[in-house]
């Protein structure tokens, strides 16, 4: 089983390198040797008979994904090194070799070396560590620690081996689909134009199905996924969108600019435990600030201690009002980069303050857009532990938890640091996955420095 399932992913290996300019045998070597040292070192346990228990299923679909996409990304790697390493490499090459300073390729590395040698102890190393604490039941404190190849991962699914194997598959299927179609038509076609009506359906189909995928329940990882997804991207979507809006208002010249634009930004230095606690003063229910003013009116004050949909918004709020002024900071300096002529010409020709901004100010800010996109999504998956902490615990049910408040909670707070890296290891993957995803989409879309 083993051998055959190595041989597939070698092929499947050199068919993507062959894509990229790589001989193919080069790449089934390459395909080979990454899905021999994966099966070696992580599925190799769970392919080859020595797992237990009742996800052994589960555990061999994710031992044969690991196989696979290992040795795939890996050719695909060495086949885009290849095709990218010939005139630009050689021209590299030629302007360390010439000049007043000739030099040799050593120089290059020589001088990365501080770099990279801190970088390989602070940052790879505990990432390898991490990943190998994964497959392992270890508690905190506790002298040793035993196997448990990737039943640390399996108990977060459900335990059904045609849903984990079939649904994520499908999936990817429906994004290759949708987007072939829209390459393969002409733009301004009636089947271009549903192609493209169409394409919100890739990532639909990919929530939904890593959604059937999670288990359910209090024990399950459902829970935390919604919540995570709900929680993130509604900081990045009031963040970005509070950020530009303000950003725009204050980007003008008045009287007092600079000290309005400071009082904008100041909330960034807050960290996020003190925007938790301010929060909690202003929402707590029975003592917080907009709890009496609502009492001195008559009113009673909404509880979000009881009410899932409150807290969320609680920490979407708490947690935006934080981050908002470093979106100010850059949408503030890439606002001033927009053409002033070319504003004013849109102006005479008769477009409105609307039409303006989208058709000119924000295709200007792309470049700015993209880059708080992926800030801004790191900090909602990272950065808000402190926030939900001091703000609800977490609660009610649960409905708060997200991906980086359960690592923590599993890992520290009951010492199950298996499980605690297990989960750690599967938020790495997801933001990963967004971020290549969003290069992807931005691909073709967003020039830089002018550039067609």
């Keep these: ?39 070696w070192t992580f599925a190799g346990c ?100 035993a196997d448990v190849c990737l039943g640390n991962f399996a108990e977060l699914l459900v335990p059904s081996p045609y849903l984990v194997a079939g649904l994520p598959p499908a999936a990817v299927a429906v994004v290759a689909g949708l987007a072939l179609w829209r390459s393969r038509t002409t733009p301004g076609t009636a089947s271009h134009t549903a192609a493209a009506a169409l394409s919100p359906l890739g ?6 199905a890593l959604y059937f995928v999670f288990a359910p329940g209090r024990t399950g990882y459902r829970g935390v996924y919604v919540a995570t997804l709900g929680i993130s991207f509604g900081i990045v979507a009031l963040s970005m969108t509070a950020g530009l809006g303000l950003a725009y208002l204050v980007a003008r010249r008045f009287r007092g600019a600079s000290v309005y634009r400071t009082l904008l930004i100041w909330p960034y230095a807050v960290s996020p435990p003190v925007a938790g606690i301010l929060f909690f003063m202003m929402f707590d229910p029975t003592a917080g600030v907009m709890a009496h003013l609502a009492g001195v009116v008559g009113l009673d004050f909404p509880s979000y ?52 901004f989208v058709r000119i100010v924000v295709p200007t800010i792309a470049p700015v857009t993209f ?54 290891v599967i938020l790495f993957i997801a933001v990963i996955g967004l971020t290549v995803w969003q290069f992807r989409r931005s691909e073709g879309r967003i020039t830089y420095g002018g550039g067609a």
């Design 305 to 356: 201690r009881t009410d899932g949909v409150l807290a969320q918004a609680a920490i979407v709020l708490a947690a935006s009002w934080k981050w908002v002024g470093h979106n100010i900071l850059f949408y503030v300096a890439a606002l001033q980069t927009v053409p002033r002529e070319i504003v004013e010409a849109a102006a005479i020709d008769g477009a409105g303050a609307w039409r303006r």
């Design 1 to 39: 089983m083993l051998l055959i399932l190595t041989v597939l992913a070698a092929a499947l290996a050199a068919v993507v390198a062959s894509r990229g300019r790589l001989h193919p045998l080069a790449g089934g070597a390459v395909g080979l040797a990454a899905a021999s040292a994966t099966t």
């Design 203 to 208: 990532p639909i189909a990919t929530v939904v």
């Design 46 to 145: 769970a392919l080859g008979g020595d797992v237990t228990g009742d996800n052994t299923g589960v555990q061999r679909v994710l031992a044969v994904a690991a196989v696979v996409t290992v040795a795939a990304g890996v050719a695909r790697t060495v086949a885009a090194l290849r095709a990218g390493g010939g005139p630009a490499g050689e021209a590299m090459l030629t302007e360390l070799r010439s000049g007043r300073f000739r030099t040799g390729a050593w120089l290059p590395w020589l001088l990365l070396a501080p770099t990279l040698a801190i970088l390989a102890v602070f940052l790879y190393y505990p990432s390898f560590q991490t990943f190998a604490l994964s497959t392992k039941l270890a508690r905190m404190g506790a002298p040793r620690s």
């Design 371 to 424: 880059f708080l996109l992926v800030t801004n999504l790191t900090y909602a998956f990272f950065d808000v532990y402190g926030t939900i902490d001091y703000l609800t615990r977490g609660g009610p049910s649960g409905r708060t938890t997200v991906a980086i408040y359960e690592i923590i909670r599993v890992g520290v707070g009951t010492g199950d640091l298996g499980r605690g890296a297990a989960q750690s």
